[in-house]
T-cell receptor, first 112, second 115 residues
Framework: GDSVTQMEGPVTLSEEAFLTINCTYT??????LFWYVQYPGEGLQLLLK?????DKGSNKGFEATYRKETTSFHLEKGSVQVSDSAVYFC???????????FGAGTTVTVRA | EAGVAQSPRYKIIEKRQSVAFWCNPI?????LYWYQQILGQGPKLLIQ????????DSQLPKDRFSAERLKGVDSTLKIQPAKLEDSAVYLC?????????????FGPGTRLLVL
């Protein structure tokens, strides 16, 4: 079945550092790809999404590009802040049954 | 716009007891989902409703878990009897429709501890 594999954490960075979280997927057809974020004590919320190949999703300084040739959707931010400390989940919805499948999550801690 | 509401936020029970969780989706959202998130893992879909009908319950342990959405709005998820391995966060989500491009909106979750 469709699945997502994302970089294991935890990741610890200093403020203003560059962040990359790798995400690759296995899917039949043409899935939609998502990054969700879970801040401490809060629920999951959508960070960005891309619905077709070469689309770039962006929000709050984060970006991810849907790369069909490498089956990847890596999350990047050029200069992180302490407030970016959270757990980040890569996810996809299958074009066959529309199920949302999540990766295991990557915990990011940004130090001042 | 109000988000997805869930209650209770926390629950501690002993094994073999029963427990129920409640979810109120975003107004107008036809599709409702229940997920189980075990510590250190991503959420796993348990059941999906479209209005008050079940679309997918293939990963719901039906010998102990049940869910209903009687009027196509609120939903309850029940576990009876609970096992130690049911300790997890139970997330409710809703979306306006179904489709690969639909965004699901999540509630804050109910954290269950089974002792």
């Amino acid at each position: 079945g469709d699945s997502v594999t994302q970089m294991e954490g935890p990741v610890t960075l200093s403020e203003e550092a560059f962040l990359t979280i790798n995400c690759t997927y296995t899917a039949t057809g043409y899935p939609s790809l998502f990054w969700y974020v879970q801040y401490p004590g809060e629920g999951l919320q959508l960070l960005l999404k891309a619905t077709k190949a070469d689309d770039k999703g962006s929000n709050k300084g984060f970006e991810a590009t849907y790369r069909k040739e490498t089956t990847s959707f890596h999350l990047e931010k050029g200069s992180v802040q302490v407030s970016d400390s959270a757990v980040y989940f890569c996810a996809l919805t299958s074009s066959n049954d529309y199920k949302l499948s999540f990766g295991a999550g990557t915990t990011v801690t940004v130090r001042a | 716009e109000a988000g997805v509401a869930q209650s209770p936020r926390y629950k501690i029970i002993e094994k073999r007891q029963s427990v129920a969780f409640w979810c109120n989706p975003i107004s107008g959202h036809a599709t409702l989902y229940w997920y189980q998130q075990i510590l250190g893992q991503g959420p796993k879909l348990l059941i999906q409703f479209q209005n008050n009908g079940v679309v997918d319950d293939s990963q719901l342990p039906k010998d102990r878990f049940s869910a209903e959405r009687l009027k196509g709005v609120d939903s309850t998820l029940k576990i009876q009897p609970a096992k130690l391995e049911d300790s997890a966060v139970y997330l409710c989500a809703s979306s306006a429709g179904t489709g690969a491009q639909e965004t699901q909106y999540f509630g804050p979750g109910t954290r269950l501890l089974v002792l």
